[in-house]
């Protein structure tokens, strides 16, 4: 059984930074990818930054200078470095991964954590 746990959300004051994590745990063999997504009240879920298996990243243009995504694959764990927070990045943050397993190691599915909180207070 696979599981991604977020952690790190909070409410912050404008201008101010938070570090979102993402541990993923279980039987996992190799994660392919690893995204963050952001869902705000009333809106659809939207990309905010992913990385893949090799380092490289891609992010929403609305982040791009001030959100960096890394990981760590020993720890199996994701990390979404926010600074410079806006009101408008106020939402549930997501994170979202392409694992294969130890007992399938060649086919992919994909998994979502739980949510976190990241409210930006103007």
């Known amino acids: 059984q696979v599981q991604l746990v977020e952690s790190g959300g909070g409410l912050v004051p404008t201008g101010g930074s938070l570090r979102l994590s993402c541990a993923a745990s279980g039987s996992i063999f190799t994660i392919t990818y690893m995204g963050w997504y952001r869902q705000a009240s009333g809106k659809q879920r939207e990309l905010v930054a992913a990385?893949?298996?090799?380092?490289?990243?891609n992010y929403a243009d609305s982040v791009k200078g001030r959100f960096t995504m890394s990981r760590d694959n020993a720890k199996k764990t994701g990390y979404l470095e926010m600074n410079s927070l806006l009101p408008e990045d106020t939402a549930v943050y997501y994170c979202?991964?392409?694992?294969?397993?130890?007992?399938?190691?060649?086919?992919?599915?994909?998994?979502w954590g739980q949510g976190t909180q990241v409210t930006v207070s103007s």
């Open positions: 979202h991964a392409r694992i294969t397993t130890m007992q399938r190691r060649y086919l992919e599915n994909s998994y």
């Open positions: 990385i893949g298996s090799g380092g490289s990243t």
